[in-house]
């Protein structure tokens, strides 16, 4: 005879994750990946300023809000609903696996608090009826323009590509705050790029420590590849010096969309 015990592990196991949550909301866009403005990660050259609406994450310490913000232009972007998802506060707080830690209510309210900090950011809007929350994304460079979908026809359009199996196989959910950040920095470049930590400051508006540590786990986890380089420095001893390449892995690269058959012409 089953104990209480077993029969709430059996319904507990009946209950949906945070994976899973993420994973339907993926299914439902139908996309094979998620296209982000290249000016959410670093404005374009010639800009006053060249941190883009990213550095506020990873100064503000917020992966939680990282997280959800890159799941709801997930969720958004396929502009079937005019750019706006609606869920159930516990929905998102499952979103955002605050569920994991917190009583169902604090998880409620833990996930409206998340979403507030993106409209402050002017990365969204967002409102509530009773329990359901309903989101409308912005435009990715944190004006609050309206958010058309990008097409790459001009600067201001260019965009890099995230692959849904970067939730579906849970790869967001082992990147700290500097992971996350360096992976959204290096998708935003050709393949085989430095990104000297010295100029990380400057160009997105955190330390160089935080660069370094970023980088380092992203090919600890092998979801970046690395190779070092000569580096010409007519001052140094040698005439050069040892510089690093980066580019993302294959398992983390945008996935092709399948070829078209043409069906025979009958003869």
Partial sequence: MKTTADAEQGMQKNEASGRDTRAAILTRAIRANVPLRKTFVQANRGAKSRPGPLSDFVTGRDLRGLRAYLMIVAACSNGDNGWSTTHDSAVWARLMDIHETAS?????????????????????ECSRVGTMIKVTLLREDGTGKAYDRPKGDTEENRFLQIPTTFWTQGRDERLSLPGLALFLVVAREKHWTTFPAEWAPEWYGWSPDTHERGLKQLVELEFVQARAFRKKAPLAPLGFTIAQQYQRALITRPRKPPKKTTAPTPG
């Fill in 104 to 124: 169902p209510q604090s998880a409620r309210t833990g996930a409206w608090r998340a979403l507030r900090r993106l409209k402050e950011r002017n990365l969204i």
